[in-house]
């Protein structure tokens, strides 16, 4: 089943491909109507999920049997949600993308094969074939920047790949050792995940191989000081470029710290908590600082991204059951909200052509519908109550106060923060008088455009009013991870706070 949710968008992206290109008016659509085939897949994995601890529907098949390779696929509380949320992105953004004329089934088909590249990187347990998938996702990405984009395309799509790209050549030299390692100690070569975290590494190794992880999933994330790709690379990208960029790509990181790092290096990783915290608060407090006062729209939204995703890096090595469950549902949060601003901020240049925050202002008055749609994502994004940015943000703090009180007290000034680039600038773009004749009658949000929002602003108030429909699920697999770094490193965690007891679920809905 789980190598199906590869294949699928596979097939779609050769489906695609054989479509003569005289015929574009069937690319995109074809494109669509195929990418919901995974997501229905990816729906029943969720329905069938069990929420308890370890991997669920295994497939372990040797696939090179003298370099120990095997296409070993699984599927836990932390990597379902990721999935899930790739597989609803990818229609939403090809949905998004009417505007793109140029080489249209060029464009499907790569978005079609980055999506299987994503959901490989979710699934895959062993680390070659998480490396191929990890290394393969570049080059639709890229192209899609480098073709699709905006006027610094090319140098946006060249940097991302050269930052990502040198990340990934330690990862690959960490893996290779990793694998060396496991032949000494054991009598042959392997890269399975189970296999590989069974090993007794020297403390000095350990730490060594941790930074090579850690630093390429950095990159990826992008955490401070690592980050100076993400602008540009948003900026420049199409409207769907940005989406699964936002949505997904930067979750690799995320996702890679907290399913490899923590495993493969616990006593590290416990050793790194100062480090690794101290940067994800400079990235919450200078990606939102940066964030006030730039003048692009996209490119707010861009930095906002650094702030928010600094957050999940803190609850993942606050080394608390609520901060890691924290962590694991915002990676979802942050895709779901994010994703809708760079769609609202792509519908809003296809109607103007220009992201430049000074060339609005009192668009309310011509578009209700979308000033209504941007502010509810906005307060999302913030955090407000009763929407699901707040149930991440509030686990992660709440959490990450037991071990960490200075940096947590010091993250927290990230959500005042976020309130005031997010509502200035929805102050400049939507309020007051239209005095550019240009936006007096700009044409509000269509049938198509309310149909890709929808299902994302539904996702923001499930979750905000019912978290444990995600938490009931994430928790047990958090927890293992938590009590392998427990076990392997003695590391005491102290008891949460009764606040944090009503919050996080205990793996059973209670």
Do not use: C
């Not at 696929?73 to 609803?88: A, C, E, N, Q, R």
């Not at 060339?359 to 209700?368: A, C, L, R």
């Not at 539904?458 to 019912?466: E, H, S």
């Amino acid at each position: 089943m789980l190598t199906w949710l590869i294949l699928l968008p596979v097939l779609a992206a050769i489906i695609v491909s054989l479509v003569p290109s005289r015929r574009s008016e069937l690319h995109l659509s074809l494109g669509i109507a195929l990418a919901v085939l995974p997501l229905a897949l990816a729906g029943y994995v969720f329905w069938a999920f069990e929420p308890v601890s370890g991997y669920q529907f295994i497939e372990d098949v040797t696939w090179y049997a003298p370099w120990g390779i095997g296409w070993t696929l699984g599927i836990d509380g932390i990597s379902l949600p990721m999935v899930v949320l790739t597989t609803l992105l990818v229609p939403i953004a090809l949905g998004a993308s009417t505007s793109i004329e140029k080489r249209r089934k060029e464009f499907v088909v790569y978005t079609l094969l980055l999506e299987a590249g994503m959901i490989g990187v979710f699934l895959a347990l062993d680390l070659f074939i998480f490396f191929v998938f990890f290394e393969a996702i570049l080059i639709p990405m890229y192209f899609i920047i480098g073709i699709w984009g905006s006027d610094r395309r090319v140098y946006a799509a060249v940097k991302f790949f050269i930052y990502t790209a040198f990340g990934s050549a330690l990862m690959l030299a960490g893996i290779i050792a990793l694998a060396f390692t496991h032949a000494e100690q054991f009598g042959s070569l392997s890269f399975a995940l189970s296999d590989l975290m069974r090993l007794d590494l020297p403390i000095g190794a350990e730490r060594w191989l941790f930074a090579a992880f850690a630093l390429a999933f950095a990159i990826k994330v992008p955490l401070f000081p690592v980050h100076t790709w993400l602008p540009d690379a948003h900026t420049e990208a199409p409207t769907a470029g940005s989406v699964l960029l936002a949505g997904v790509l930067l979750k690799l990181g995320t996702y890679g710290l907290l399913r490899f790092n923590l495993s493969l290096f616990p006593e590290a990783s416990v050793d790194a908590v100062w480090i690794m915290g101290i940067l994800a608060v400079v990235g919450i407090v200078y990606g939102a600082v940066v964030a006030i006062v730039q003048p692009d729209l996209k490119r707010l939204v861009a930095y906002s991204s650094v702030s928010h995703l600094g957050f999940i890096v803190l609850g993942t090595f606050a080394f608390t059951s609520g901060a890691m469950q924290g962590a694991v549902i915002q990676n979802v949060n942050h895709g779901i909200t994010t994703g809708a601003l760079f769609l609202l901020v792509g519908m809003l240049y296809e109607r103007r052509h220009t992201k430049l925050i000074s060339e609005f202002g009192g668009i309310q008055k011509s578009m209700p519908v979308f000033a209504g749609f941007f502010l509810f994502m906005a307060f999302a994004s913030i955090g407000l109550p009763g929407l699901n940015g707040f149930v991440g943000e509030f686990l992660v703090l709440i959490g990450a106060y037991a071990t960490l009180p200075v940096l947590a007290v010091i993250a927290a000034s990230g959500v005042v923060l976020a309130a005031i680039y997010l509502l200035w600038a929805y102050e400049r773009v939507f309020t007051g008088v239209p005095e550019k004749p240009e936006n007096q009658n700009l044409a509000d949000l269509s049938t198509r455009e309310v149909a890709l929002l929808a299902p994302l602003a539904a996702l923001v108030l499930v979750i905000g009013l019912y978290p444990n429909v995600l938490l009931d699920k994430i928790a047990p697999s958090a927890e293992a991870v938590l009590d392998h770094v427990v076990e392997a490193s003695g590391l005491v965690i102290p008891e949460p706070g009764r606040l944090a007891d009503v919050f996080v679920t205990d793996g059973e809905g209670e």
